[in-house]
């Protein structure tokens, strides 16, 4: 089920020789499952990633392809730390974690973090889009500015494949723990990964994917008609385009703008 509401704004003067026109429109939108079957109220998303399976679920009440996973509670800096995370009844939860790794939310209060400590984090569709385009014209010369954005959503950052022992990392892993104090973030490096900071899904890889683009510049002249008459002409313009020059974002990855089969991958 799909609701929400859109506005759309324009506006248009002439200041002596000078044409402007400008037009927006913004859109929220609520997207929400209803159904899934007579026997069950979720199924696992269609996209993976490495062993860690599914990274969305489609469940009623819930955003369509919602991501799914652990949520991070900063990082464990000493083993005084580790000893003293316990639940109600004074069992420490992560007996095998080491200072460095993750402190996982145990959901269900039952001491063991399991697949029943995952909760949704995050929708894959944007709440909010937008676009903005500007138009003026004077003596000739034409410039056309189109910006365009989306807000509201989380993007699944999946750039480092760890099933791929040769792949690169992002500079942001330089600033990864290395020792009490160090980071509350980036987990410490290891190919063991017995906690699974990198193998399970989380709150991790998940990044804001608010974006601002300046998607189109054009900047056009057009010849006077008495010139063009005297060589046979009736109308010639000559233009440049940039496309895609700026893009405002906080995200880390390649580009913001994801489609695909599954949003935000």
């Known amino acids: 089920e799909n609701s929400g509401i859109e506005v759309e704004l324009g506006y248009k003067k002439r200041f002596g020789k000078l044409n402007f026109s400008a037009n927006g429109n913004v859109a929220y939108l609520k997207n929400k499952v209803t159904y899934v079957a007579a026997d069950a109220n979720f199924i696992n998303g269609e996209a993976g990633f490495q062993s860690m399976g599914a990274v969305t679920r489609i ?27 316990k639940n109600s009844t004074g069992t420490v939860i992560q007996p095998n974690a080491r200072p460095g790794d993750f402190r996982w939310i145990d959901t269900d209060g039952n001491g063991i973090i399991n697949d029943a400590d995952k909760q949704f984090l995050g929708n894959s569709i944007p709440k909010y889009t ?13 410039v056309m500015v189109f910006a365009q954005g989306a807000a509201g959503n989380k993007i ?37 990964d017995d906690n699974g900071n990198f193998g399970k899904m989380s709150d991790f890889y998940l990044e804001d994917g608010n974006y601002l683009r300046l998607k189109v510049v054009q900047i056009g002249y057009t010849l006077p008609v008495k010139m063009l008459k005297k060589i ?34």
């Open 156 to 192: 699944f950052q999946g750039l480092r494949r760890l099933d791929i022992g040769t792949a690169n990392w992002q500079t942001r892993a330089l600033s990864r723990w290395t020792g009490d104090g160090t980071s509350t973030t980036y987990p410490r490096l290891t190919s063991a």
């Open 59 to 85: 469940q009623v009440g819930q955003s369509y392809n919602a991501f799914y996973g652990f949520k991070t509670d900063g990082i464990f800096q000493n083993t005084a730390e580790i000893n003293g995370y």
């Open 130 to 142: 937008f676009g903005l385009t500007l138009n003026a014209d004077y003596k000739g010369f034409d």
């Open 232 to 265: 046979g002409g009736t109308k010639l313009r000559v233009y440049a385009t940039g496309e895609n020059l700026l893009t405002l974002t906080k995200y880390t990855g390649y580009d913001p703008e994801i489609g695909g089969g599954v949003f935000g991958i």
